[in-house]
């Protein structure tokens, strides 16, 4: 039972490189998201795709462009790294997205950028 | 802004002890829901309570619910040393279900 699978667990990276953060479910869920952890400063929402093929803006999309790439996957690409994107990034999903629905986490990365 | 902000955002306790935590929360809401996240790890649901409840319980947990107020707390009774972690609400705003928006989360130390 994997649930949702993240990959990397860990990252480092100088500041203006690119790189994607992957994310896999296989729950059947429809609707995914990406989230951000900053010490003190919970967890933020990113970005989300209530299913597949549409992906809308959580509260802090700036800096970042995800892809619904089929059902199971949701991706979260950084183009140009800056040292502000240094974070644990969670992956996370929910059967339909529905408001009564809980939602599923993976591991987490944890991104550094210097 | 965040949607959800818990108090204390850091408690210590004796083993045996209970625990309470507090949620408040901006605008009307579906659901309200705690979610618990051991260091290093990812978070797990651990109950969802919602908007028309005012009171739920699973096993040593129980949480409240008052939308007057828009807060909610979760107390958890007989504290265990495993109990040790840091504990979110989390809540999906009636302008869109699909999103769900956390707190800023209380760390909890249960002592042994």
């Known amino acids: 039972n994997a649930g949702v699978t993240q990959t990397p667990k860990f990252q480092v990276l100088k500041t203006g490189q690119s790189m994607t953060l992957q994310c896999a479910q296989d729950?059947?869920?429809?609707?995914m998201y990406w989230y951000r952890q900053d010490p003190g400063m919970g967890l933020r929402l990113i970005y989300y795709s209530a299913s597949e093929g549409t992906t809308d803006k959580g509260e802090v999309p700036n800096g970042y462009n995800v892809s619904r790439l089929n059902k199971r996957e949701f991706s979260l690409r950084l183009e140009s790294a800056a040292p502000s994107q240094t974070s644990v990034y969670f992956c996370?999903?929910?059967?339909?997205?529905?408001?009564?629905?809980?939602?599923?986490f993976g591991s987490g990365t944890q991104l550094s950028v210097l | 802004s965040q949607q959800g902000e818990e108090d204390p955002q850091a408690l210590s306790i004796q083993e045996g002890e209970n625990a309470t935590m507090n949620c408040s929360y901006k605008?009307?809401?579906?659901?309200l829901q705690w979610y618990r996240q051991n260091s290093g790890r990812g978070l797990v649901h651990l109950i969802l309570?919602?908007?028309?409840?005012r009171e739920k319980h699973s096993g040593r947990l129980r949480v409240t619910l008052d939308t007057s107020k828009k807060s909610s707390s979760l107390l958890i009774t007989a504290s265990r040393a495993a109990d040790t972690a840091s504990y979110f609400c989390?809540?999906?705003?009636?302008?869109?279900?699909?999103?769900?928006?956390f707190g800023s989360g209380t760390r909890l130390l249960v002592r042994p």
């Open positions: 996370a999903s929910r059967p339909g997205g529905m408001a009564n629905e809980k939602l599923f």
């Open positions: 989390a809540t999906d705003g009636r302008d869109s279900s699909y999103k769900l928006i």
């Open positions: 729950m059947n869920h429809n609707s």
């Open positions: 605008t009307s809401i579906n659901n």
């Open positions: 309570i919602r908007s028309n409840e």
